[in-house]
């Protein structure tokens, strides 16, 4: 059995990151509002990132992970872009100066 990891973007642009074992019945509820909370009240919702683990375990740990990072690093994981993922994994005091520092 499969377990996935994935985002949405909901219609007022903010993300929601979750786990489960059916990702396309999972963000059918979310996408129904049967998920009470924080994706209920910003429908419509948009898959944009999803990844596969052999176990729940590793599934969880990756959304408790996820959910917490930046905007900014979450859509450097959506986008692939892994250069910008592994700038904004730094403590802001240790990034050098780019044009990728787009936080403030």
Known sequence: MAFWCYILR?????????HTD?????VGEHQSGLVQ???S???P???VWAAE???????LSTELRVKKWS????EALMAQDWDRLSY???PPGERVSTSLDTNG
């Open 53 to 59: 683990f052999p176990t729940r375990h590793e599934a």
């Open 88 to 90: 904004y994994s730094k």
């Open 71 to 74: 905007r900014a690093k979450k």
């Open 10 to 18: 909901c219609a007022d642009g903010k993300y929601y990151t979750g």
């Open 22 to 26: 059916h990702l396309e019945r999972r």
């Open 45 to 47: 919702v948009e898959l």
């Open 41 to 43: 009240a910003r429908r």
């Open 37 to 39: 909370g924080f994706t």
